[in-house]
């Protein structure tokens, strides 16, 4: 039996999508002891993977934190990894590589640097769609890949139902109205006009909801549906995927929640402007769709609703 590890540090939709790909890694060490390297955020949530043998957090501090720096590594070399797979990819993973396997290849340590098609660029690499990238990745690690390009996020959802009862949520529709103050491109501003629409055509036949996260609480009084909290906080990301597995219907600019509910099977639809494609982020499945628009301002709130009274149904 060996230790093998999976680097995965965020982002919430980036967890989603990398399911399948945990999922097939750890049945391909099914004699093995799988580890996984991530951010507190995503902590507990991957406490639950059935998949992971246990859990290592990486509070990601400054690389200039030598102290911290020195104790990570340390930690992690005492468990004799032999194999790690890097599905985060990034410069701070690429920059632990270095330290831990410096002259590694795939065999040791697979990543898109190492596994990168021959006369490819990296950045032409990153043009493919997330999920491609992880199945040639893992692929070209002598990976079996039966579940990462269909991940599976059903077993996150933790049980909500006193909240629900509270809420008196039966048939909802649940709505995702905001995304981090930077990304302006992602946010479509007619989200109180699509409410208006739902509760007249269907006759109040759906409760409209939403669940803000910790810093939008606030900004959820300008949204005309029911405020779904615990207790007056945010709902934790397995209280969340409660909420989007139980819903009618979810309606989201290109954000977490978003990814959440594709890879959950959950019917719903996904907002985009000219920022990224749906193609790109590996979103649409069997139930869950995407409308793109050049401007997310011009996209009509009747627009929105013809398209989610096709799939809802």
């Known amino acids: 039996m060996s230790?093998?590890?999976?680097?995965?540090?965020?982002?919430?939709?980036?967890?989603?999508?990398?399911?399948?790909?945990?999922?097939?890694?750890?049945?391909?060490?099914?004699?093995?002891?799988?580890?996984?390297l991530t951010t507190k955020a995503y902590f507990d949530l991957f406490k639950k993977n059935p998949h992971i043998s246990n859990v290592i957090l990486d509070k990601?501090?400054?690389?200039?934190?030598?102290?911290?720096?020195?104790?990570?590594?340390?930690?992690?070399?005492?468990?004799?990894?032999?194999?790690?797979?890097?599905?985060?990819?990034?410069?701070?993973?690429?920059?632990?590589?270095?330290?831990?396997?410096?002259?590694?290849?795939?065999?040791?340590?697979?990543?898109?640097?190492t596994t990168l098609p021959e006369g490819t660029t990296k950045k032409d690499f990153d043009k493919d769609s997330v999920l491609s990238r992880f199945d040639h990745q893992l692929k070209s690690s002598e990976i079996n890949t039966s579940h990462t390009l269909t991940p599976d996020f059903s077993w996150s959802p933790s049980d909500i139902s006193q909240i629900k009862n509270y809420h008196q949520l039966e048939k909802y529709i649940v709505l995702f109205p905001f995304c981090s103050p930077h990304l302006t491109s992602k946010k479509w501003p007619y989200y109180n006009d699509l409410i208006s629409i739902i509760n007249e055509k269907f006759e109040n036949k759906f409760k409209v909801v939403i669940a803000p996260g910790p810093d939008e609480i606030e900004?959820?009084?300008?949204?005309?549906?029911?405020?779904?909290?615990?207790?007056?906080?945010?709902?934790?990301?397995?209280?969340?995927?409660?909420?989007?597995k139980d819903s009618s219907f979810v309606v989201a600019n290109d954000t977490g929640p978003a990814h959440m509910t594709a890879h959950l099977g959950s019917k719903g639809i996904a907002l985009f402007g000219s920022h990224t494609t749906p193609f790109k982020v590996s979103i649409e499945r069997e139930n869950f769709k995407a409308i793109q628009a050049p401007e997310l301002s011009k996209l009509s709130p009747e627009k929105v609703f013809e398209r989610l009274s096709e799939i809802i149904s």
């Open 60 to 113: 990601r501090l400054p690389k200039y934190n030598l102290i911290y720096l020195y104790s990570l590594m340390r930690n992690i070399k005492k468990y004799k990894f032999t194999k790690v797979y890097d599905l985060q990819n990034s410069s701070r993973t690429a920059f632990y590589k270095r330290i831990l396997f410096p002259n590694a290849t795939k065999d040791t340590w697979s990543s898109t640097e």
């Open 219 to 244: 900004d959820a009084s300008s949204i005309n549906a029911v405020c779904v909290l615990d207790n007056g906080k945010a709902l934790d990301i397995s209280q969340l995927a409660a909420l989007i």
């Open 3 to 36: 230790n093998i590890l999976i680097i995965k540090h965020g982002s919430l939709g980036d967890i989603a999508q990398a399911c399948g790909a945990i999922q097939d890694i750890s049945e391909n060490h099914k004699d093995d002891e799988v580890y996984l």
